[in-house]
């Protein structure tokens, strides 16, 4: 607190004691939230949103020129030259073979990754906010713990498990699978906190209502819970589907050429020269509107959510 | 629609506590039972032991001559209207009023119609496809109303289904509950915190203290013949004043001295109480309504039914006005009246150097009693209540106290 704050602090303290409790004295950060509603801050925020955008723009920007334009001077340049735009790096990239198959991979794991993750999260959750049942608090405690560790040290022992399974021609290791299954594993921890502290937060006064009106317990989840839940489930998969999406660890360790996802398939095209950013810079911004589309078509939920827990 | 019946039924929690003890009650078939009691009494414990969201540790509950301690509350066919209405805030009201006859997988026509009539019912037809969000309070408490109503239970539970209402529309919603329960003969529990709710709706009223129950009456049985002090003090308002005081005399000139001033009582008081006979020459607990109480100026009072004090607070209420004075009398301290300060949020001053007891008397609004006046007070001894200093049992006589309390402590 800076000593012109305690200053001025004191004669608001002593006045204060007439009234009841008067206003708290606001810190500046405080006060800067408080004028977000105004007109000046409105624009601001546009600006520095905007700002933030440049780079993305600037991909864009670079995945439609030609690679010896992009190397003869920087994206800007389209500015004054205009004509330099083309869709020919494009059109090349999608006529790739192994592109356009790391691409339905990156989908093929992504989603069941997010799916799985939603549902057998929302369903332990309830479980763990709403049912009784012996050593739950325990097992709750368990599933906490699991959040601290790192993917980094289940690599080599989920690698060789991966191995030993193998079965009519199916190698875990390599698979599509174990990838989707390497991320639900590890998803999940974090997921199940999140609903449980989100669903335990609806009043018990609903479910016991529900229970009185004749649901059973599944009614109750799929009808009460997932309902209210909605926020907080769509805000996970969000969080979830766009971890997953651009995952490279993972898919490094666990993927081979035949089930590698984009990010991997992008990593393998780096060269040490520049040379080939006619592949890089088309390759880079499709993997990226993806996670892009998603977030704003749902970024009403994703706000809801992250609010969901610490907002009463 | 079935009588409910709780035998023997208490409540012991896994820490231990005890928030029920061996509570035995018979509800007629389309009978309004209100639990009354002050907050932690265990009304609301008994009420969701009947609903089947709490475990009953001990004893029986029967609904319908069904034993349903094991049966969960979806299978035992009552209604639960909650505190806090507990709409689903994510359905319109019609799908909330609905909802349990979705589950029940009734056609889809016929719950329409059911809504629509209980939406009729409850003046809720123009708001059923609204969210609950958007309903006022009383409102929101006739959809919750309406959910129990659609599903033509057994039986209704209802557990403080006004006290989130402001005090006009509670008033209100309070006479339409009464309706609605009429109409319908559904067997109705229902919890209070509120006498006046307990008098105004019970067919009969089951106080509770503590976790036990203190008497089941009709309401007018349970202001007139209060089985203990706890009772007494609780049913009516302004509270009935309590005070110690000691008999002496004989059975036909019985007299009662309070604070140093003496009443005679009608040789009546003793014939209808025969056991005050033995407290003669000894001290009680008497209890005296305010209404029971006159400013001497406006009646014709008899001779030694006077108290006389000052007056040092008067409310003027319209219809009436509370004049508020001091005797000099012992405060009445109790496990009971200790229990009903704390309900009232009142510290219990304990003894203090001169013994000294505030009184409340309920006068015609043509006193001209100020504050700081001496006042003049006519007692109706006729009405005057006797309790047991220790017990704090109604003092009746052989077989006059009425249903009394189930055990003594």
């Known amino acids: 607190m800076s000593t012109a704050e305690k200053a001025a602090g004191a004669p608001a303290r002593a006045d204060g004691g007439n009234g009841a409790a008067g206003a708290p004295r606001r810190g500046l950060a405080a006060r800067a939230v408080g004028r977000l509603g105004g007109g000046v801050a409105q624009v601001l925020l546009v600006l520095i949103a905007l700002f933030w955008l440049v780079p993305t723009l600037g991909l864009l920007v670079a995945s439609l020129r030609s690679n010896a334009d992009n190397s003869a001077g920087g994206w800007w340049k389209v500015f004054t030259k205009p004509t330099q735009l083309t869709a020919e790096s494009y059109s090349s990239l999608l006529d790739k073979g192994d592109f356009v198959d790391s691409f339905w991979n990156t989908v093929l794991i992504t989603v069941p990754a997010t799916l799985l993750v939603v549902a057998i999260a929302s369903l332990a959750a309830y479980a763990f906010a709403w049912m009784e049942f012996p050593g739950r608090d325990w097992l709750f405690l368990i599933v906490v713990a699991l959040l601290v560790v790192p993917v980094q040290v289940a690599l080599i022992p989920v690698a060789k498990l991966y191995g030993h399974i193998e079965f009519g021609g199916f190698h875990m290791f390599g698979s599509i699978t174990g990838v989707v299954l390497f991320h639900v594993a590890f998803g999940l921890p974090f997921a199940i906190f999140l609903l449980r502290n989100f669903f335990a937060a609806i009043p018990r006064d609903l479910l016991e209502a529900a229970r009185m009106d004749g649901g059973s317990e599944w009614t109750i989840f799929r009808r009460v819970i997932f309902p209210l839940g909605g926020p907080a489930i769509a805000s996970l998969g969000i969080f979830q589907f766009l971890w ?69 | 629609m079935a009588e409910v019946d709780l035998i023997g039924v208490g409540k012991v929690y896994p820490d231990g506590t005890r928030a029920v003890t061996d509570l035995n009650l018979h509800i007629e078939d389309g009978e309004f039972l209100v639990l009354v009691g002050p907050s932690g009494c265990g009304k609301t414990t008994a009420l969701r032991m009947a609903a089947g969201l709490e475990d ?49 997988k009734l056609p889809k026509a016929e719950i329409r119609a059911k809504v629509d009539r209980a939406a009729e019912i409850l003046g809720l037809t123009e708001h059923l496809s609204r969210k609950p969000r958007n309903l006022s309070g009383g409102q929101r408490q006739r959809v919750a109303m309406g959910r129990a109503i659609v599903r033509e239970p057994q039986a209704f539970l209802m557990d403080e289904p006004l006290s989130n209402l402001d005090a006009k529309l509670r ?90 001033q003496t009443l005679t009582l009608p040789a009546a008081v003793l014939t209808e109480r025969p056991a005050l006979a033995s407290y003669l020459g000894g001290d009680v607990v008497v209890g005296i309504r305010p209404e029971d109480m006159e400013d001497s100026e406006l009646v014709e009072a008899s001779e030694g039914s006077g108290l006389t004090s000052t ?99």
């Open chain 1, 244 to 312: 997953v999406w651009n995952d490279l660890l993972v898919a490094l360790v666990f993927a081979d050429t035949g089930s590698q996802p984009m990010t991997k398939w992008l990593q393998s095209q780096m060269r040490q020269f520049t040379g080939n950013i006619d592949i890089l810079a088309p390759g880079a911004f499709l993997s990226l509107i993806v996670p892009l589309a998603v977030f704003f078509a749902f970024q009403r939920y994703f706000v809801q959510g992250v609010l969901a827990g610490s907002v009463k």
């Open chain 2, 171 to 260: 008033v209100q919603m309070r006479a339409e509950i009464a309706r609605i329960q009429r109409d319908l003969g559904v067997t109705t529990i229902y919890v209070t915190h509120d006498q006046t709710e307990a008098m105004t709706l019970g067919d009969r009223v089951a106080v509770m203290k503590k976790g036990e129950l203190q008497q089941v009456a009709p309401p007018q049985e349970l202001y007139d013949r209060p089985a203990n002090l706890f009772v007494a003090g609780f049913i009516g308002s302004p509270a009935m004043n309590l005070i110690q005081g000691s008999l002496s005399g004989d059975a036909a000139n019985p007299r009662l001295e309070i604070g140093g």
């Open chain 2, 56 to 104: 009953i540790s001990e004893g029986e509950v029967t609904i319908g001559g069904r034993v349903v301690n094991r049966v969960p509350a979806r299978d035992r066919d009552v209604a639960m209207v909650f505190q806090s209405y507990a709409l689903y805030p994510h359905l319109s009201v019609r799908d909330n009023i609905g909802f349990g006859l979705s589950l029940r």
């Open chain 2, 311 to 409: 007056a040092d607070l008067v409310e003027a209420m319209g219809s009436d006005v509370l004049v508020h004075f001091a005797i000099e009398a012992s405060q009445v301290v109790t496990e009971d009246t200790k229990e009903l300060a704390r309900d009232a949020g009142t510290d219990v001053l304990g003894h203090l150097e001169a013994p000294r007891t505030d009184l409340v008397a309920r006068f015609s609004p043509r006193t001209r009693v100020k504050v700081g006046d001496p006042v003049a007070i006519s007692v109706d001894t006729g009405r005057l209540h006797f309790f047991d200093i220790e017990s704090g049992a109604s003092i009746w006589g052989s077989g006059g106290a009425g249903p009394a309390r189930e055990d003594e402590e």
